[in-house]
Nanobody
């Protein structure tokens, strides 16, 4: 099972940008479907973006055009570039690894510990 560690979260003003990273262990990172999810206090974990092993991408409507998911298989690293951030983007962001193209948390087997993103107005 792949181990995942997120980094890059922090406090940013509305309209600003952050880039999250997710470092993965193991030699099979390139074969995984990867995803970013987020969870705000009192809310369910929600899908943000996904990327397949062949680099196809899909996004939640709420972040489309503002966030970009990418991967560097040589570095075993997943990224989430977040631009034009809004206060409603405030949440703990998690990366996840799975084997199917999906938007549901249940479709992902391995999870990182999360990184906090706070957007001030």
């Amino acid at each position: 099972q792949v181990q995942l560690v997120e980094s890059g979260g922090g406090l940013v003003q509305a309209g600003g940008s952050l880039r999250l990273s997710c470092a993965a262990s193991g030699r099979t990172f390139s074969t995984y479907v990867m995803g970013w999810f987020r969870q705000a206090p009192g809310k369910e974990r929600e899908f943000v973006a996904g990327i397949g092993s062949g680099a196809i991408t899909w996004y939640a409507d709420s972040v489309k055009g503002r966030f970009t998911i990418s991967r560097d298989n040589a570095k075993n690293t997943l990224y989430l570039q977040m631009n034009s951030l809004k206060p409603e983007d405030t949440a703990v962001y998690y990366c996840a690894a799975g084997t199917v193209v999906t938007r549901t948390p249940a479709g992902f087997r391995s999870w990182g510990q999360g990184t906090q993103v706070t957007v001030s107005s």
